[in-house]
């Protein structure tokens, strides 16, 4: 029994917009004003690729589940509106003139610091995930 393979898709925020990309399969591509649309420019990339190649990668041949991978300026910048700073700091433990100097783009975080914002941010998500309301 096949299992589903994992297609990763790169996330990034540019100077005007967003775009995302295939690292594994070159040349498909998307962007937009927002992430919704980068996603779904991609989308429409990856299915006229499949449409019209004859010979695809192995991981097109199959069913695939598609990973999202942001930088962390990309994630900082497309969840502003959902997570203010605040909030930010105290789910990640990181101070919030921290988590702007990122969002804009005027650091990079270390790559220890960036793995402890996606592992905060994914204990807060299991943790949204147990909620039941009664």
Avoid at 39 to 60: A, C, F, R, T, V
Avoid at 67 to 74: G, K, L
């Amino acid at each position: 029994m096949n299992s589903m393979q994992k297609l990763f898709v790169k996330v990034a925020k540019g100077n005007e917009n967003y775009g995302t990309w295939i690292d594994a399969i070159p040349g498909i591509y998307g962007q937009g004003d927002t992430v919704e649309e980068a996603k779904s420019e991609l989308q429409k990339g990856l299915n006229l690729y499949i449409k019209h190649n004859k010979e695809l990668p192995e991981i097109l041949k199959g069913k695939y589940e598609i990973i999202y991978q942001y930088d962390t300026q990309s994630f900082l910048k497309y969840y502003e509106n959902i997570f203010s700073k605040p909030a930010l700091e105290k789910i990640t433990g990181i101070n919030q003139k921290q988590l702007w100097h990122y969002s804009s783009g005027k650091r990079r975080p270390k790559q220890t610091t960036t793995f402890k914002i996606q592992q905060r941010i994914h204990q807060f998500a299991d943790d949204l995930r147990q909620i039941q309301f009664v």
